[in-house]
């Protein structure tokens, strides 16, 4: 069973359905005897840094998670959670998270040109050398040259 961990800060009905599509057992939990009964451990996550390592530390969960990832078990984070993994975060102050990625979140306003918009979502091509252009999505999602 893959336990998808409910902090209070991610989509979770999407999450869970997209697991479910490929045949994967889940729960949506922030029960303690559910996680340790889990196969698998997935920590999703949107908004700030600070706000979920914060409840993910007062709710227990942390500790938690931490003692399951020690003892073997696989945790994917997606989103947030994936930034959750490493070991602190400058988003909005510094704040501490769960250390299993050697690293820190840090914000990229000085390391980007400010003619730049952050963030940046759109379909674009890939150039790989000389002249090779490929589409980073099957030519199905592409508008026709």
Excluded: W
Excluded at 43 to 50: E, M, W, Y
């Amino acid at each position: 069973m893959v336990a998808i961990i409910d902090y209070g800060v991610g989509n979770l009905f999407s999450l869970s359905s997209s697991f479910k599509a490929v045949g994967e057992q889940v729960v949506i939990t922030s029960d303690i005897q559910t996680i340790k009964r889990a196969e698998k451990l997935v920590l999703p996550g949107v908004g700030a840094f600070g706000d979920a390592a914060k409840k993910l530390e007062e709710s227990g969960l942390k500790a938690q998670i931490i003692s399951e990832v020690e003892n073997g078990k696989p945790l994917l984070g997606i989103c947030l959670g994936m930034q959750l993994l490493f070991e602190k975060s400058y988003e909005y102050g510094c704040h501490t998270g769960l250390g299993f990625v050697k690293g820190d979140i840090v914000p990229l306003e000085d390391k980007i040109p400010a003619k730049l918009n952050i963030p940046h979502i759109h379909l674009r091509y890939l150039s790989l050398g000389r002249r090779r252009r490929h589409r980073c999505l099957p030519a199905r999602f592409l508008p026709r040259s």
